[in-house]
Nanobody, 121 residues
Framework: QVQLVESGGGLVQAGGSLRLSCVAS????????MAWYRQAPGKQRDLVAD???????NYADSVKGRFTISRDNAKNTVFLQMNSLKPEDTAVYYC???????????????WGQGTQVTVSS
């Protein structure tokens, strides 16, 4: 089993910044892609950004130039630096990771419990 624990959400005014963190723990052999998704009330869960183990990144158009995803492979941790936040960024942000488990290298995909980000206007 792999557990993902997010932190760093909160309430911020428009134009402000927040930094989210997510740590993966458990019987991990290797974490491959790590990602951040978000889900606003009444909407589907959408990809915000992802990053491969080699550091290749991908962003949703709505956050390009404002958000930066990064990771620390040694600590199985992914970060999301969010700048110039807008009210429409308000959502529950979820961490996602996939990779290989244990000594038999079984594949896994896991989700965190989510962290609330609220941007006031």
């Amino acid at each position: 089993q792999v557990q993902l624990v997010e932190s760093g959400g909160g309430l911020v005014q428009a134009g402000g910044s927040l930094r989210l963190s997510c740590v993966a723990s458990g019987s991990i052999f290797r974490v491959n892609t790590m990602a951040w998704y978000r889900q606003a009330p009444g909407k589907q869960r959408d990809l915000v950004a992802d990053i491969t183990r080699l550091g290749n990144t991908n962003y949703a158009d709505s956050v390009k130039g404002r958000f930066t995803i990064s990771r620390d492979n040694a600590k199985n941790t992914v970060f999301l630096q969010m700048n110039s936040l807008k009210p429409e960024d308000t959502a529950v942000y979820y961490c996602n990771a996939d990779g290989l488990l244990g000594i038999f290298a079984e594949t896994f995909t896991s989700w965190g419990q989510g962290t609330q980000v609220t941007v006031s206007s």
